[in-house]
């Protein structure tokens, strides 16, 4: 079908006075594909929107160039209206003639208007409708871990009416968290009532993820548990926790019977007896400044709970008091208020052993003087760490990781709870130091993120906006390696060829892939290279 | 072509600066083209010749931060390729300067003049440099 | 059905507006009020503080969810406007709001310039919106508007191409009906440094708030003095400006990182400026922060200590006198430019907000939570809280918990159905 096409210059109300619009018109109407220029004062109101639909009623038009402010705003908004219009909105071309053009530079700009007009003409000659299709996507979710973060997030999902299947490598739910008395042990014997109730949650312990390929909307992941299981999923929200480890490099003597870790403080805490009370407790921290929350949440709450419990002299030391979470300046406060002396020192404090007990030797920087101290007992500083497996897991979902190994790139984009893959997330200390008001924060966004990508019923998708043609394709694997999104699967389309497939549901329409393909196989419709090189062409001629 | 700058501008950062710096009611040389890209990472060293070939002075690719990317990878690659078209050009004689990668995000329309304005420097100095020859 | 798939989030700022967007794509109508006359909230102003590579400020998030907003058809919002009123319950309150006169209608303003252009007065009543405004239209100063003040003038009102501006506005008021739930995310106010008298904001020109640099970078790129134009050789942060004292008994989270950042981009456009930091306890948790930390280790001083006092100091410098902690004595010291990081301080109004809605305020004054580890849910079911007006966060943090916020009414929504 030959190109008819409609031409729109809006004039801002009559205030673009460095555009000449009579002389842009005349020389638009020259050509030989335009239908129509009109000239129109407001076209972002009502009455540009009649005067757009009156047109587009009644002239035959099968492509539609408008030039007026930012398409930022206004490209969804008149897309919208085309599309009332039985218009296919990818027939659509636009040019910025007033933030970078009229308000831009002095002086006239009619030769640049016409210009970047001419771009946008350019581009529309060869602009291609994008059909929406509706896709079945299964819509289950995959929880891989089943600590307080997963099975929060499983119940969470439970309660929105999303199936979801929760996987353990463990032979028990529970996690770290199960071991601490109080709180957090008894909100994890009430989930794991809760799971086990709900009729939408699958449980699979002693079973570990050994494969993801896919993408989102379907998943096939493989597990391994007592068999080999291969199910299907619609996104996956992985759990995955943490590790801590003392951290020995820091610590010129082996953690033992009286250097002991955080949780071995809490084992003896919760003991029923206790052979000898220790009477000087000394807990070091923030010895680096790595992923500071964890150790001065553990050592707030556990400095407490000796004092309490044991009424010991309690000291701690550190380089500086991690108070940025909700309620910790209050809880330090509490610990000072309680007797527990804090001693802040500059220089990482010397510790030996001393007949028995420990011995710290450290800089008071407040006091300005040396403070020598002989505890019965220290607690020692624990590196917050990915957990164990984190790095063949992420190599294996082919996802990168942070400077330290947690999961989820250092990249402002995928916060709070996503990764490069749509339909993969991470939740809780598996991808960094948070605290627990974070971690919930965590857990419901993910649940609201699945929700949003994979509704009850269909999703809509744009069917073929970034397409590998199968006759130019040579299944070279470029694309499928430099996809950042992990969108694209190779396909058998017949018993001999194998071609590149981008998933519509998972591309997040960069063009990468567009731009690297060595056959040129990948049309990206509304930026593909000729649509881009008609618009060099038609700069300057004029 | 007779000159122009040909900006291939990323939507979600050196497109967004360029609107702000109009709505600044900032200005810069009349010269520059702005072609919408929805990544850096999508421009292809063929666009980039072509643009020159054209006749364009100066061909630049505006991407988002280092760091800073959506697509995570669609500025390092659009570095690449312009680095590769610099060599392409220079190879040929042609002044590899005529191509360059810039980085700035949304909220920086000042860093948008300022590239603007220091390519348009350059290429002011070497018409001097040639008119003098 | 249709009656509870309306929502009311009260603020326009980045938690309004992420919440905003995340209800929207799951399917409801959300009303955004926003009580000034452009949403965007704090980070409007904030400027772009990468170096060579990003720093992870997520201040740029902001324009890109400000685009998404206004262009969405099931997000009306409605500037200029309070919630005055609340009626019903959770999946039906009927919301009362009240919309100040704006004379200049953002519904029908193309921004053209054409009415300043008219404008008589100097400096001009009509005044055009920061370019990151939504809506981007122009308003009128009433202080400088002749009109305002009772004079004959009309030349905006005929020169405007679409009948935006109309005089003799009176406040109005609408009711929304059907809402099903209420999410509040008015943010926060910026702790006024004037209460601290001793550090000389609002006496010395060369003594400004981070906030205030914030927007300097934002609108002029590069920080130079007001005294002579150039840009600053001695600057000094001052950290925990309005935290962690006797008034406000927390961190707010987001001034160590916000002063390293800017100490940073100074370092960067002035490599031989010499930059110093005054804290007491440095906050450097965060995704890939402690790198960043070190890194500043580098070329930035960081002194533990308590500045008691600035004052006057030859050649438009300043003096400040502090307790110098490592070294155990008082020092002083001149510098050319000094930033109070100031922090994170409930909002004055939320008194106002919280009797209307008929939730609490908790200790600190911002407002309270049901229980301890729910922070979105309020007292009032039905009535959700979403970013810094809960308890300070950073950009990021405001958005997780703006996501969280709109899970949140859409699961109990659900279970009320």
Redesign the interface.
């Known amino acids: 079908m030959p190109v008819r096409m409609g031409i729109f210059l809006c004039d801002c109300g009559g205030s673009l006075k460095n555009i000449d619009f009579p002389k842009v018109r005349e020389n638009l109407e020259n050509l030989e594909d335009i239908a129509f220029v009109d000239i129109t004062h407001n076209l972002c109101l009502e009455e540009g929107e009649k005067a757009i639909t009156s047109r587009i009623l009644t002239e035959n038009i099968n492509r539609v160039v408008i030039a007026a402010c930012s398409p930022e705003f206004r490209e969804r908004n008149f897309g919208e209206l085309l599309e009332k219009l039985r218009l296919n909105p990818g027939l659509l071309s636009l040019a910025n003639i007033r933030e970078q053009c009229s308000w831009a530079h002095e002086g006239d700009v009619t030769r640049k208007a016409l210009e970047l007009i001419m771009m946008a003409v350019g581009k529309a000659r060869l602009l291609q409708p994008v059909e929406r299709k509706e896709v079945a996507v299964n819509n289950e979710v995959l929880v891989v871990g089943g600590g307080f973060c997963g099975m929060k997030s499983s119940l969470e999902l439970s309660q929105l009416g999303i199936r979801t299947t929760l996987v353990e490598r463990e032979p028990t739910l529970g996690g770290k968290l199960k071991k601490l008395e109080g709180f957090y042990s008894s909100q994890i014997e009430a989930m794991i009532k809760a799971i086990e109730k709900a009729e939408n949650i699958e449980i699979l312990t002693s079973a570990e993820v050994t494969g993801v390929e896919g993408k989102i909307g379907d998943f096939k992941v493989r597990m391994r548990g007592t068999k080999e299981i291969l199910r299907s999923f619609g996104a996956i929200v992985f759990a995955t926790g943490y590790k801590t480890e003392v951290a020995a490099g820091d610590f010129p003597l082996k953690p033992g019977v009286n250097i002991i870790s955080q949780e071995r403080l809490v084992q003896l805490l919760q003991a029923p007896t206790l052979e000898a009370r220790p009477e000087t407790i000394g807990f070091i921290f923030d010895l680096s400044d790595e992923n500071p929350r964890f150790p001065t949440l553990a050592t707030l709450n556990n400095a407490l709970a000796v004092k309490q419990r044991w009424g010991s002299e309690v000291y701690v030391f550190c380089k500086n008091v991690k108070v940025d979470s909700e309620g910790v300046e209050k809880l330090y406060r509490e610990a000072r208020e309680d007797g527990v002396m804090f001693l802040k020192f500059d220089k990482n404090p010397k510790i030996s052993a001393d007949d028995g007990r420990v011995k710290i030797d450290a800089e008071d920087t407040l006091l300005g003087e040396e403070i020598v101290l002989t505890c019965d007992l220290v607690v020692a500083e624990e590196k917050l760490l990915p957990a164990e497996g984190t790095e063949g897991l992420s190599s294996l979902l082919k996802i990168r990781t942070d400077s330290q190994g947690f999961y989820q790139e250092e990249n402002v984009h995928l916060y709070p709870v996503s990764s490069e893959r749509k339909g993969i997330f991470f939740v809780g200390n598996c991808r960094g130091d948070l605290d627990l008001g974070r971690v919930l924060a965590d857990i419901s966004s993910v649940v609201a993120k699945v929700y949003e990508l994979l509704p009850p019923g269909k999703v809509i998708v744009e069917a073929e906006r970034v397409k590998a043609d199968p006759q130019k394709c040579v299944a070279c694997l470029t694309c499928i390696r430099v996809c950042p999104h992990r969108a694209v699967q190779l396909v058998q389309v017949d018993s001999e060829k194998v071609v590149a497939e981008i998933s519509q549901l998972a591309c997040d329409k960069c063009g990468i892939c567009a731009a690297i393909c060595p056959a040129k196989a990948i049309k990206f419709e509304g930026y593909s290279d000729d649509q881009i090189l008609a618009q060099i062409e038609a700069i300057g001629v004029s | ?2 000159g ?1 700058i ?1 900006a291939f501008c990323c ?3 050196a ?2 600066a ?13 010269k520059l ?7 850096a ?4 060293i ?2 980039m010749l ?2 020159l070939e ?3 002075a100066a061909v630049l690719v505006l991407g ?11 500025n390092v ?1 659009a570095k690449e ?1 312009v680095k590769y078209s610099e060599t392409l050009l220079t190879e040929v004689g042609i002044d590899g300067g005529r191509v360059g990668m810039f ?9 948008f003049i ?1 590239i603007i304005n220091e390519v348009n420097d350059r290429i002011k100095e070497r018409e001097r440099e040639n008119d003098s020859r | 059905m249709k009656a509870e798939r309306s929502i009311v989030v009260i603020g326009g700022g980045i938690a309004g507006i992420t919440s905003a967007l995340e209800l929207a794509n799951s399917g409801f109508t959300v009303y955004l009020v926003e009580k000034e006359a452009r949403i965007g909230g704090q980070a409007a102003s904030f400027c772009c503080k990468a170096t060579e590579v990003c720093t992870k400020c997520s201040a740029c998030l902001l324009p890109q969810k400000l685009s998404e907003v206004a262009s969405y058809p099931q997000i009306s919002i409605l500037t200029n406007s309070m919630v005055v009123g609340v009626k019903g319950e959770l999946g039906n309150f009927q919301v009362e709001v009240c919309q100040k006169p704006q004379y200049i209608s953002p519904q029908k303003c193309i921004a053209c310039g054409m009415c300043t252009e008219v404008c008589p007065t100097m400096p001009k009543a009509i005044q055009s919106p920061p370019p990151e405004a939504v809506p981007y239209s122009y308003s009128i100063n009433e202080s400088q508007c002749l009109r305002l003040k009772g004079k004959k003038c009309n030349l905006c009102r005929e020169i405007c191409p679409t009948n935006a501006i109309v005089f003799g506005q009176k406040p109005e008021r609408q009711e929304l009906n059907n809402i099903g739930a209420i999410i509040v995310a008015i943010g926060f106010d910026v702790f006024n440094a004037r209460e601290i008298g001793y550090l000389g904001y609002g006496r010395y020109p060369n003594v400004l708030t981070g906030f205030d640099l914030e927007r300097i970078f934002r609108n002029q790129g590069s920080l130079k003095l007001s005294s002579n134009g150039k840009e600053p050789k001695k600057v000094a942060f001052i950290q925990c400006v309005g935290s962690r004292d006797e008034n406000h008994g927390y961190c707010s989270q987001v001034c160590c990182k916000y002063a390293m950042r800017l100490a940073r981009l100074i370092k960067h456009q002035k490599p031989d400026a010499e930059v110093t930091i005054f804290y007491i306890d440095l906050q450097t948790a965060g995704k890939g922060f402690a790198e960043f930390y070190k890194e500043c280790q580098g070329n930035i001083r960081f002194i533990r200590g308590v500045p008691v006092e600035i004052s006057e100091a030859p050649s438009d410098e300043v003096e400040v006198k502090f307790e110098n902690i490592t070294e155990g004595k008082v020092d002083r010291e001149n510098f050319d430019f000094v930033t109070l990081s100031v922090g994170i301080a409930p909002r004055k109004d939320s008194w106002e907000l919280a009797k209307v809605l008929g939730i609490n305020l908790g200790d600190d004054g911002f407002f309270d939570i049901k229980e301890p580890f729910n922070s979105t849910e309020t007292n009032v079911e039905g009535i959700f809280l979403a970013g810094a007006c809960q308890s300070p966060k950073d950009i990021p943090d405001s958005i997780a918990h703006g996501i969280s916020a709109a899970e949140r009414a859409m699961e109990v929504l659900k279970r009320c159905q």
């Open positions: 072509m007779n122009e040909i939507e979600h950062s497109y967004a360029a609107d702000v710096v109009g709505k600044q009611g900032l200005h810069y040389p009349e083209r702005v072609i919408r890209v929805p990544c990472g999508r421009v292809d063929i666009h072509k643009a054209e006749g364009a988002c931060e280092d760091g800073l990317c959506q697509h995570l990878t669609g690659r390729r980085n700035l995000a949304a909220n920086a329309p000042h860093k300022k």
